[in-house]
């Protein structure tokens, strides 16, 4: 088999392991382990996806945070919601929340690492690629390869994240009704933050430590919420501000 047929068909084998629906947790699950046996020489994949990209306007694209999801292998699976400033930091953020997750970094090379956006300006995802110290690190051609796929992949993780949004359209005005119930009840970054995760339903331990806090500090920011929000629990706070603003803007998007 020449070197041209192995490329195609190690091509064709990644794309046809991608689903079809719009469920991203799957796809993502496929696609980084797909993207891992068609590279060949990369131990392990993380990759991370912003679901709430605007397509439609990446250029008008400013969010206060950047709601993604990531999917990382080796070892235990690591998924989970990530909410974060969208300054430019998106790969630190991610490498920071591997290490915290207890990710063994020392026992890899340097990450490659690689930044997506669509328009040119809307972050869209980070892929990173890892290999064990005991191997050679990833090759150049691998590199190259990935480099030369930019476009493409920014096209695959364009694509679901226009399924997904079309699958759950409730999930941008939820984010959406997030920033505007935070503007409005006058929430600092951090509560903002904290109020997220808090309706995800995440409890205060896991939200200690996805933002590297203390619990006694999580529970201060939930306390200074509920205060500025003039509700005494969770359930009081999720009815008065966010679910006739999510089943408005649901019946919007549909």
């Known amino acids: 088999m020449t070197s041209v047929s192995a490329g195609r068909d190690a091509m064709f084998s990644f794309l046809n392991a991608l689903p079809t629906g719009g469920e991203i947790i799957p ?7 797909s993207l891992g046996t068609f590279l060949g020489d990369a131990d392990l994949v993380m990759v991370d996806v912003n679901y709430l990209c605007d397509l439609d306007d990446p250029a008008g694209y400013r969010p206060l945070r950047a709601f993604t999801q990531h999917v990382s292998a080796g070892g235990d699976e690591d998924v989970a919601v990530e909410l974060d400033s969208a300054d430019g930091t998106h790969a630190a953020r991610l490498l920071a929340q591997a290490r915290s ?34 191997a050679a690190p990833i090759s150049p051609e691998s590199l190259a390869t990935m480099r030369e796929l930019e476009p493409f992949l920014i096209f695959l993780l364009s694509d679901i994240v226009a399924r997904h949004g079309y699958r759950r359209p409730v999930d941008r005005a939820f984010h959406q009704a997030l920033e505007g119930i935070a503007e409005q009840i006058g929430l600092t970054g951090r509560e903002e933050e904290v109020l997220a995760l808090h309706l995800f339903g995440y409890p ?34 999720f009815a008065r501000y966010f679910t006739p603003r999510v089943f408005a803007g649901q019946n919007e998007e549909l």
């Open 204 to 237: 205060y331990q896991r939200i200690a430590t996805q933002l590297h806090l203390g619990i006694d500090s999580v529970r201060k920011y939930v306390k200074s919420i509920h205060r500025k929000a003039g509700v005494a629990t969770y359930t009081e706070l």
């Open 101 to 134: 997750n207890g990710f063994p970094t020392g026992e890899y090379h340097p990450p490659a690492i690689f930044e997506y956006f669509f328009g040119g300006s809307a972050y869209l995802g980070t892929i990173v690629l890892w290999r064990n110290r005991d």
């Open 27 to 33: 796809w993502l699950e496929s696609f980084r382990d």
